[in-house]
C-alpha cells in the first residue's frame, strides 16, 4: 500500500533521495520482488514499500506472496517469520543490524527449561521470538490475536513468552486460565509511564486514549483501545470520535495524522524504536542489488517453527471489537 502522503517531503527536499527511491523502485520491478514494512518503518521506507502493516498482516502477505523475492524492512523475527512461511523464496533483510531487543529475552534454553518444570502447560509465544525459540512452542500469537490464541487453547495452564505486558493484559482477559509469565519487554513500550499518558489526557481532555498491549498494564488500564498498531489504524479511521491520544511508537501517530486529515492525535515522544529506524532507503536498495543478506535458516528449523506459526494463522485475526474494547473510559 505505498502512498504519497510523505511524498511532498521527499521530492521537494530530499533529491539525492529521490534518486534512490527511484532506483529501489525500478529494480523492484525488475527483480519482481515484493517490499514489506512495518508500521514502525519511517516515512520514506513505507513509501517504497508494496504493503505496510502489522506482524501478523506481514505474516500472512509473506505467506502469500507470488514474487520469488521479499525484502522485509522490520526488525530480524519478523524477517526470519516470512522466511518460515515462505521457505522456496529468497527473503532478504533490509538490514540484519535491526535486532528485536524483546526477542533476545528468551533462548531456547530458557523455554526448554519452563516446559519441563510445567509439563502439563500450553506455551504461547509471541511472534517477537527467535526461529529456534518458535521450535519450542505450541502455538504462535501476534499483539492482534494474543487473547484470541490463548482463548482458543483447551489447556488450563498456559506459559506465555517473552513480554511480561502482553502477558499481563492477555491474564486479565482470560482470567479463567492460570499463565505463568515470562519478564520479557518492548524497549519501546514499556518505557512508557501512566504519567506520560496522564499529562496528555490533562492538556487533551476529550482525546480517546488507544494503547497498544505491549505498554504497562496501568498504562493499559488507562484505554478505551487496546489495539494491535493496525488495530488502532483502523480504529482511528473507523471511530466517530475527532481527537485521541495513540500511545505506541510514533510512526503509528504520524500514519494517522497523514490518513485522517479531519482528526487530532497526540503521540508520546519518547515513544521511537531505534531498532526498527536502522532500516534506511540505501540498505533496501542495496538488498535488491546484491540479494544479500538472505535469510538462512537449517531446514529443521523452519520445519518445526513453521507449526506454532501455522496454527496461529488458522486461529486468525481477532475482531476489532473483541481483542480491543476493554475499558469504560
Ligand atoms: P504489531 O505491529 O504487530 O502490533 O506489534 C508491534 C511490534 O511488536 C513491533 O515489534
Given at each position: ?21 527511484e532506483?529501489?523502485?525500478k ?8 517490499i514489506?514494512a ?8 513505507q ?17 502469500d ?7 522485509f ?44 518444570t ?33 482463548r482458543s ?6 506459559i506465555?513468552v517473552p ?38 489526557a490533562?492538556?487533551h ?94 531446514g ?10 501455522e ?19
Amino acid at each position: 500500500m505505498s502512498d504519497l502522503r510523505m511524498g511532498a517531503a521527499l521530492w521537494d527536499d530530499e533529491l539525492p533521495q529521490l534518486k534512490v527511491v527511484e532506483k529501489i523502485l525500478k529494480l523492484k520491478e525488475e527483480r519482481n520482488a515484493l517490499i514489506l514494512a512495518h508500521n514502525y518503518q519511517s516515512a520514506e521506507i513505507q513509501f517504497v514499500a508494496d504493503y505496510v502493516g502489522d506482524t501478523l498482516s506481514l505474516s500472512m502477505l509473506a505467506r502469500d506472496a507470488e514474487q520469488p523475492i521479499i525484502v522485509f524492512c522490520g526488525p530480524d523475527f519478523m524477517v526470519e517469520t516470512a522466511k518460515i512461511l515462505a521457505p522456496d523464496k529468497i527473503v532478504l533483510y533490509a538490514n540484519d543490524n535491526a535486532r528485536c531487543p524483546m526477542a533476545a529475552m528468551i533462548t531456547p534454553e530458557d523455554l526448554r527449561t519452563l516446559k519441563k518444570t510445567h509439563p502439563n502447560a500450553k506455551v504461547v509465544g509471541y511472534i517477537n521470538t527467535s526461529a529456534e525459540c518458535k521450535c519450542e512452542m505450541d502455538i504462535c500469537c501476534a499483539s492482534a490475536n494474543a487473547v484470541k490464541i490463548v482463548r482458543s487453547l483447551d489447556a488450563e495452564d498456559i506459559i506465555f513468552v517473552p513480554d511480561q505486558n502482553l502477558g499481563s493484559y492477555v491474564r486479565r482477559m482470560v482470567p479463567e486460565k492460570t499463565i505463568l509469565i515470562w519478564s520479557g519487554f518492548c524497549s519501546v513500550h514499556h518505557m512508557i509511564h501512566k504519567e506520560d499518558v496522564l499529562d496528555l489526557a490533562r492538556a487533551h481532555p476529550r482525546a480517546r486514549i488507544i494503547v497498544h498491549p505491549e505498554c504497562r498494564p496501568e498504562v493499559v488500564d488507562l484505554a478505551a483501545a487496546v489495539l494491535s498498531t493496525d488495530g488502532m489504524i483502523m480504529y482511528a479511521a473507523s471511530s466517530e470520535d475527532r481527537e485521541f491520544i495513540v500511545v505506541t511508537e510514533l510512526e503509528v501517530v504520524n500514519r494517522m495524522i497523514e490518513d485522517n486529515p479531519d482528526k487530532e492525535f497526540h503521540g508520546i515522544e519518547k515513544a521511537y524504536c531505534r531498532t526498527q529506524k536502522k532500516v534506511k532507503l540505501e540498505n533496501v536498495l542495496k538488498s535488491l542489488e546484491t540479494l544479500a543478506p538472505e535469510v538462512s535458516l537449517p531446514g529443521d528449523v523452519i520445519e518445526r517453527a513453521r507449526l506454532p506459526i501455522e496454527r496461529m494463522l488458522a486461529v486468525g485475526r481477532a475482531e476489532l471489537a473483541t481483542q480491543g474494547v476493554k475499558h469504560d473510559t
